[in-house]
T-cell receptor
Framework: QQQVKQSPQSLIVQKGGIPIINCAYE??????FPWYQQFPGKGPALLIA?????SEKKEGRFTISFNKSAKQFSLHIMDSQPGDSATYFC???????????FGKGTTLSVSS | DSGVTQTPKHLITATGQRVTLRCSPR?????VYWYQQSLDQGLQFLIQ???????AKGNILERFSAQQFPDLHSELNLSSLELGDSALYFC?????????????FGPGTRLTVL
């Protein structure tokens, strides 16, 4: 049973656009929600993360929006650049099991 | 560079064989996680170690085993390999096994089973 559902599977935007990637979770015990970025041939790297007591977190051009009641969170990339073309994974974990549960990933392509 | 190292980078072997993947965590990190990445299953947690002790198990097959040594490096052993075991295997490390503690991923080992 997949505990973190991610959409869309792929996304194509033009340079300067604002791609939005959505995730939904089922386990209300999750208390940590990171986003990872992965380039081809590389391991995932932490991009930004949020706790459920915060509704929004911004780091540079990346923003996480969190809706605890809906059990959903999303990643927004402002002023997207071709260098942002990568696969993005949302994830979740809790104190009972600190391993990350990942969504299936979104492949983002930013065209110039 | 995350500071997590994995060897080998690529591994090609035949069905029925056994392989060992090695991971060295970041300096100071006591917790090691192993993940498998495949096209159909995505990134899936296999097993976690903390300071030499097994802490949690995920979707790890009985043919797979792992351990963490006193110097904190970890090895993932895959035996009786099947075609479906072909995947990218990532090791990640964190300071402690705490939710919210950043997990740093290595570059991965690409396993191809022929």
């Amino acid at each position: 049973q997949q505990q973190v559902k991610q959409s869309p599977q792929s996304l194509i935007v033009q340079k300067g656009g604002i791609p939005i990637i959505n995730c939904a979770y089922e386990n209300t015990a999750f208390d940590y929600f990171p986003w990872y970025q992965q380039f081809p041939g590389k391991g995932p790297a932490l991009l930004i993360a949020i706790r459920p007591d915060v509704s929004e977190k911004k780091e540079g051009r990346f923003t996480i929006s969190f809706n605890k009641s809906a059990k959903q969170f999303s990643l927004h990339i402002m002023d997207s650049q071709p260098g942002d073309s990568a696969t993005y994974f949302c994830a979740a974990s809790n104190q009972a099991g600190t391993a990350l549960i990942f969504g299936k990933g979104t492949t983002l392509s930013v065209s110039s | 560079d995350s500071g997590v190292t994995q060897t080998p980078k690529h591994l090609i072997t035949a069905t029925g064989q056994r392989v060992t993947l090695r991971c060295s965590p970041r300096s100071g990190d006591l917790s090691v996680y192993w993940y498998q990445q495949s096209l159909d299953q995505g990134l899936q947690f296999l097993i976690q170690y903390y300071n030499g002790e097994e802490r949690a198990k995920g979707n790890i097959l009985e043919r797979f085993s792992a351990q963490q040594f006193p110097d904190l490096h970890s090895e993932l052993n895959l035996s009786s390999l099947e075609l479906g075991d072909s995947a990218l295997y990532f090791c990640a490390s964190s300071v402690a096994p705490t939710s919210g503690d950043t997990q740093y991923f290595g570059p991965g080992t690409r396993l191809t089973v022929l």
